[in-house]
């Protein structure tokens, strides 16, 4: 597998964002965008409806069962006005680093240095979009099926629905049952598309910095009395880079916010389905689990590499032959040290930085939550028997 060029990288990104109704480079919003966007608000705020009808301690496990769509449906819709609103600092964002990316495929032995990585966040964003399209088809398609099985077993028809959700008229007839099926159905899909498309945005981004950071810091470690005069160029490349990295964070760092606080209430919630659960539940909730942490481990793992990686250009200019350069080369190399000091890194709106130890921080918030849960469950009669 050969490295993929900058527009295979983004070419489902740019498809996603035509889809949605905001393309690349084209300051519009089109009509589709409103009717997709509307069509989830209402599917989130009947879900939101259904819960609420159920709080209570006896009903705590029909409400985690539907906790996990309404918070990624509700996760889904602000990442999104986040995404529309910032548009074109990600079009100007992604058509500097289609420069610096340029670059660096044209040099065999920069082109060397970064291949491994761009191979991994290649595959993975292709397998993080089959994941979510494999859940979210199990959540859609499989409420026929347990309706036919329903049938089968009792000669009664069981107007189920893909997800739980509260309207103004009744579902108990084959036409208003197909009118919400329909609605759930593309609400799901439309759901997935918003995420995964912010998600992997996201990782291909960060990575794109990540090499930038990566090859300037095997260019310093070359830097010798023959190419001393390289110095002051390398100066202008980091003050770019970290300028790109700034924009990076201003884009996400609410859609990161977004996920830490919803993360932790969607893996709490599952885990208590799993645990207190029918088996029938098991097969669901293990896939949106695993969407659900290959998410947040996604978004801390790239968020470390670029602490990293920043960090790496002041050890890289420190183990320079710095002691030979004259005195002004040695202050130029000063500078670069002194700035990589302070590491860039991605944050959830500033409060927290997201790393490997934000990941283990709202795992270690969904443990708190689910030994909440289990402490004030109260199962019903139906439920214990």
Aim: hydrophobic share 45%; charged share 15%; proline share 3%.
């Amino acid at each position: 597998m050969d490295v993929p060029s900058y527009d295979d990288l983004l070419k489902q990104i740019k498809y996603n964002f035509w889809l949605l109704g905001i393309p690349y480079d084209d300051p519009k919003i089109y009509i589709r965008y409103f009717i997709m966007y509307i069509s989830l608000v209402l599917m989130a705020t009947e879900e939101v409806l259904f819960i609420l009808s159920k709080i209570s301690t006896e009903d705590l496990l029909v409400i985690t069962q539907l906790a996990p769509c309404s918070c990624i449906g509700i996760l889904s819709l602000l990442k999104m006005v986040c995404l529309t609103v910032k548009r074109k600092k990600i079009f100007s964002l992604t058509q500097s680093l289609k420069v610096l990316y340029v670059n660096i495929i044209n040099d065999k032995e920069k082109k060397d240095v970064i291949s491994g990585n761009m191979k991994v966040v290649s595959t993975l964003s292709k397998y993080f979009f089959v994941l979510n399209v494999v859940l979210v088809s199990v959540y859609n398609f499989s409420t026929p099926i347990f309706i036919l099985y329903d049938y089968i077993t009792t000669q009664k028809v069981n107007y189920k629905l893909p997800y739980q959700v509260i309207v103004p008229f009744r579902t108990d007839t084959w036409a208003t049952w197909l009118v919400i099926y329909i609605h759930s159905v593309l609400c799901g899909f439309i759901c997935v598309l918003y995420f995964t498309t912010v998600d992997v945005l996201y990782c291909i981004l960060s990575s794109q910095i990540c090499n930038n950071f990566t090859i300037l810091s095997k260019e310093l470690l070359k830097i010798n009395k023959n190419n001393v005069t390289n110095v002051k160029n390398i100066i202008m490349q980091h003050q770019h880079i970290i300028r790109l990295s700034e924009e990076l964070e201003d884009i996400f760092n609410l859609p990161n916010l977004f996920n830490v606080l919803v993360g932790s209430v969607e893996i709490c919630a599952l885990g208590f389905n799993l645990t207190m659960g029918s088996l029938t539940q098991i097969p669901g909730c293990v896939l949106f689990l695993s969407s659900v942490l290959l998410q947040i481990l996604m978004m801390s793992v790239f968020g470390e590499n670029l602490i990293r990686e920043s960090q790496n250009i002041g050890d890289a200019a420190f183990s320079c032959e710095w002691y030979k350069f004259d005195a002004k080369t040695r202050k130029f190399i000063l500078i670069i040290i002194t700035r990589a000091h302070k590491p860039q890194k991605l944050t959830a709106y500033k409060f927290s930085t997201i790393s490997y130890g934000s990941f283990s921080k709202i795992i270690s918030t969904s443990w708190s939550y689910f030994t909440i849960l289990k402490t004030v469950y109260k199962p019903s009669e139906s439920n214990a028997i």
